[in-house]
C-alpha cells in the first residue's frame, strides 16, 4: 500500500522568510496530493492541492510542486507571518482509495 | 453554514469501558471518514462511509472498533473495552465527493478520549 514520507517533522523560520515541507510517497499511481493545515484544538483544513498532470500550483504565498518522476511534492510558503504557525499535513491518494497522510510537520513562525 | 460536529470533545473513561463517539456531516456529503490522531502523530485512517455501499473497515486496529451511519447521515464510532493505547483524538470528516481519495474533506474538531 502507499506510504508517505514527511520531513521535517518541526520547522523554525522567521517571520518574512520562507518554509519548505517536502514528501515523498511510494505508490506511483497516487494522482492526487492535498495540503492540510491544523491549528491547535481544530481539524485539519485543506490549503492546496494538486493533481498528477500538473507541476506546480500557487495560491497567493502558497505553492505545491509535484515531481512524479522521483515521487516527491514539496508545499512552500513565502514571506511567512505569525498566523501561518500550525502543523501541516501532506497526503497522497489514488481514485477508489484512502487518503494516506505524512506524520506532520510543526511549523513555528517567529516574530 | 454548520461544519462537521463531533461530540463529545472531550472524554475520560476508565479501562475496560465502552465509549461512543458521535459525527454529524455536513448536510449533503455522502462521503464520512474516522481518523485517528495519536499525539503528535499523523492521521490514521479507521473507516469510510459512502452513500449505502459497504463501508471500507480496512483501517479499524482491531475487533473492538466499530462504526455505523445511520440514513446516510450520523455516524459513531464505538470502541468497546478501552485500553490505554486508544487514547487519541478521534477525527471525524465529509466530503461531498465520491469515490474515496477525492476531493476535499471537511474536518470536525475531534473528541479528545482519554482512557486512565
Known amino acids: 500500500g502507499e506510504n508517505v514520507e514527511q520531513h521535517p517533522s518541526t520547522l523554525s523560520v522567521q517571520e518574512g522568510d520562507s518554509a519548505v515541507i517536502k514528501c515523498t510517497y511510494s505508490?506511483?499511481?497516487?494522482?492526487?496530493f492535498p495540503w492540510y493545515k491544523q491549528e491547535l484544538g481544530k481539524g485539519p483544513q485543506l490549503i492546496i492541492d494538486?493533481?498528477?498532470?500538473?507541476g506546480e500550483k500557487k495560491d497567493q504565498r502558497i505553492a505545491v510542486t509535484l515531481n512524479k518522476t522521483a515521487k516527491h511534492f514539496s508545499l512552500h510558503i513565502t514571506e511567512t507571518q505569525p498566523e501561518d504557525s500550525a502543523v501541516y499535513f501532506c497526503a497522497a491518494s489514488l481514485i477508489g482509495q484512502n487518503f494516506v497522510f505524512g506524520p506532520g510537520t510543526r511549523l513555528s513562525v517567529l516574530p | 453554514g454548520a461544519g462537521v460536529s463531533q461530540s463529545p470533545s472531550n472524554k475520560v473513561t476508565e479501562k475496560g469501558k465502552d465509549v461512543e463517539l458521535r459525527c454529524d456531516p455536513i448536510s449533503g456529503h455522502t462521503a464520512l471518514y474516522w481518523y485517528r490522531q495519536s499525539l503528535g502523530q499523523g492521521l490514521e485512517f479507521l473507516i469510510y462511509?459512502?452513500?449505502?455501499?459497504?463501508?471500507?473497515k480496512s483501517g479499524l486496529p482491531s475487533d473492538r472498533f466499530s462504526a455505523e451511519r445511520t440514513g446516510g447521515s450520523v455516524s459513531t464510532l464505538t470502541i468497546q473495552r478501552t485500553q490505554q493505547e486508544d487514547s487519541a483524538v478521534y477525527l471525524c470528516?465529509?466530503?461531498?465527493?465520491?469515490?474515496?481519495?477525492?476531493?476535499?474533506?471537511?474536518f470536525g474538531e475531534g473528541s479528545r478520549l482519554t482512557v486512565l
Open positions: 462511509f459512502q452513500g449505502n455501499s459497504a463501508p471500507d
Open positions: 470528516a465529509s466530503s461531498p465527493r465520491a469515490p474515496a481519495g477525492t476531493g476535499e474533506l471537511f
Open positions: 494538486i493533481r498528477s498532470n500538473v
Open positions: 505508490d506511483s499511481a497516487s494522482n492526487y
